[in-house]
């Protein structure tokens, strides 16, 4: 297997949690690495190669432009090592923008695709996760990008988690076809058609709504990028949200610490499953290579998690799966 | 006071629960009440008025030609009440779009009102409801109708929590005014202008993005009706969620349940704060007139909050201060 090109100075916490995570990966998965980056901030790679790159795009960066003026910034030289065959996946914590647009240009679209979609897996605790997508790369977008996501969410599904036949269904404000935007009523009548599904084996379920995202009724939920970033960050705020106000109540009485002694272990797994370092980060699908990415207050554990993911993709041929998927 | 009038064959759970939930505001609120449909269906009413009307508009009824044929439908005889100054405000717990509709034709829009929205009120413990709108009425949006939903929104706040300068946000995908759709770009820019403010007394925050919906971060937060009714379902869908994971946790072992015995009666707080009947349901503004929309799940708990939302809007003269907040 080629290695997996990591952008080492993405993350709001540096480049040591990101080398951290890369060597646990490199331990445990035994997956070949490439660290993408400045070499003397990296520290110690225990061995792990170091592929140069002089700059890098800020968070706070223009992304269109840092992508075009910063030709040797690690996440463009991360989707290079790609494209170039040196390497097999790319994986960033840096600028979701940047890790787009570098990803778009270097890599570029598989046939038939017209504009990538990021991916985002919810956990679905007892079951497989809601892939949801596009979680965030395109504000605006026609019926027929929607039947790509469908199409490519579908595939994704089928090889990352197994699923012969993934449900899935379009984000309305109802169940019945009428609901919804227009381009969600003309994005519904074409994904009725069977031939639409011929390449990924998925099935269509019809619209779906909100409170269907953390349930087992759907595998893939597909949306533009507007309404897939709003929904993302309601559902981070909704637990967060849980988290602080049950907590407070625990914390509120010494009999209510006694008993949480026993509750917060038992409660534990749970709280696990729900954290977004815990599932290795949205994938951005439609580019001709896997590039992942991963929330930018990535920890340790993140990158490890996101390196398995890129592991899991390259190992199913993702890639192959998602262009027969849109097949034209 | 002018009576409110209330849609008595509305609500999934029959006219009973809704004569339940009249009779008990009607004893506690003190205020005076019109019940408006089947009068051999509605049992002991107590002795609240009744307002005959022979027809109802089902949920599944096809609600523009429901609204315009069944026109001795009860809730668009409830609306004719409120047009008619025989009644104060109308609280409907059926169908949605027939009680929007109803009340769009019988009672109008306020002047310089493209078109009503429907506001939802979030619980935040601890703090004011934050005020989302459209939570469903208009799936596609201008930005002058994003414009006026704010207006009415700060206006809304201002009048039902007394915050003085209501903190209104734009729902989108990052908090730079060049984040979202073109729609929310040019929105953002038009709320900018200190005389969009002048007749609500709020201020614009900017963008906000979903997961400052349940913070004290901002007091009134403005989206379409498609990104407002996919939030509202995700939100519930992620409440529920949480509730059951943590409930099958609690029951999980016997020391479990032990402990939850001390923490679920701390906890009931929080649950019935979060709890959509103890909220009385979502209110149309830009009609010329109250309109409550309850949960169509509505209990009689519902529909007692919703009279006493529908009575603090007639006393605090909300219709007059939706006029004002978008006056031309």
């Known amino acids: 297997m080629l290695p997996i090109a990591i952008d080492a100075m993405g ?40 592929l140069p790159a002089t700059e890098v795009i800020e968070m706070t ?30 994986v960033s914590a840096g600028n979701t923008g ?35 997508l596009d979680a965030g790369a395109n ?8 039947v790509q996501f469908a199409q490519m969410g579908a595939a994704f599904a089928a090889g990352r988690y197994g699923i012969e036949h993934p449900r899935t269904g379009l984000l309305s404000i109802g169940e019945e076809a009428g609901k919804g935007t227009g381009v969600v009523k003309e994005a519904n009548a074409a994904l ?18 909100g409170r269907d995202l953390l349930t087992d009724r759907v595998d893939v939920v597909v949306t533009d990028g507007f309404t897939g970033n709003v929904v993302l960050k309601t559902l981070e705020g909704a637990m967060t949200f849980m988290r602080d106000a049950i907590f407070k109540v625990m914390m509120s009485t010494p009999e209510a610490i006694e008993a949480s002694q026993v509750l917060v272990p038992l409660l534990m ?60």
């Open 98 to 132: 940047a890790a787009m647009g570098s990803a778009l240009l270097r890599m570029g679209r598989l046939p038939g695709v017209t504009r990538p979609a990021i991916a985002t897996p919810l956990p679905v605790p007892g079951s497989t996760p809601t892939v949801l």
């Open 11 to 50: 993350g709001d916490r540096g480049p040591a949690e990101i080398v951290a995570g890369a060597r646990r990966a490199a331990a445990e998965l035994g997956v070949p690495l490439l660290l993408v980056g400045r070499p003397e901030e990296l520290g110690d790679t225990g061995g792990i190669e170091v």
């Open 269 to 328: 797994p749970l709280v696990r499953e729900m954290d977004p370092d815990s599932y290795g980060g949205a994938l951005l699908l439609g580019v001709d290579g896997v590039c992942i990415i991963s929330h930018g207050a990535s920890s340790a554990d993140a990158v490890f998690n996101a390196v398995g993911v890129a592991k899991d993709m390259v190992d199913g041929g993702l890639v192959d799966r998602l262009r027969q998927s849109v097949k034209v």
């Open 192 to 209: 009725q058609k069977a031939e639409v599904w011929a390449g990924s084996g998925g099935t269509f379920v019809g619209n779906v709504e």
């Open 61 to 90: 960066d223009d992304v269109a432009s840092g992508v075009r003026r910063k030709k040797d910034a690690s996440v463009v030289r991360a989707a290079e090592a790609v494209r170039d065959g040196r390497a097999s996946a790319m």
């Open 139 to 146: 504000a605006e977008c026609t019926a027929e990008m929607l």
